[in-house]
């Protein structure tokens, strides 16, 4: 079966520092792979999806970025954290034989921006 | 350009009651899919339902049934005899293609 991971589960951060979440999928190949922001009581707001390793769609400019080194991993960034990233982020996956899958959403990574 | 609207911020219900969840979507897509999922407490998306443009056939699954009109655009959600487990947030979304557009959810409480 597959399973979605992200890591850390919660995470602290000083306005400027750098930020790295990663998420991994496990149990399947080639996967859609998505990155999605929830502010605290709001709605989610994709940020980047990936359809192959090398591949990535921006959907909010901003001073976040996204990479896909490898099959099932995927990597949200930033050079300078802004207090306005702080919010709850959420890694997906849907099957990459179709575009109208479903999504999987790991358990998420709560980013606190001081 | 897509959009889902839940009018409905917050609901909230005495156990037991039936609640009915609304969701609204425009879309210029002829083939589209559309969503629903839970958001317990813990945090993590759960997925519900996935309903195509072209099956209009209401489902049912258990306590959960979902209405699906295409010519009102809309694809409600009902939650019968609710339980207090089904507290969380609900969102719809749809998906012409790879990106899903998530409507902003609405917060269920069901009070015991």
Known sequence: SQTIHQWPATLVQPVGSPLSLECTVEGTSNPNLYWYRQAAGRGLQLLFYSIGIGQISSEVPQNLSASRPQDRQFILSSKKLLLSDSGFYLCAWSAGTGVYNEQFFGPGTRLTVL | ?112
């Open chain 2, 1 to 112: 350009a897509q959009k889902v609207t839940q009018a409905q911020t917050e609901i909230s219900v005495v156990e037991k009651e039936d609640v009915t969840l609304d969701c609204v979507y425009e879309t210029r897509d002829t083939t589209y899919y559309l969503f629903w999922y839970k958001q317990p407490p813990s945090g993590e998306l759960v997925f519900l339902i996935r309903r195509n443009s072209f099956d209009e056939q209401n489902e049912i699954s258990g306590r959960y049934s979902w209405n699906f009109q295409k010519s009102t655009s809309s694809f409600n959600f009902t939650i019968t005899a609710s339980q207090v487990v089904d507290s969380a947030v609900y969102f719809c979304g749809h998906t012409g293609g790879f990106k899903t557009i998530f409507g902003a959810g609405t917060r269920l409480f069901v009070k015991a």
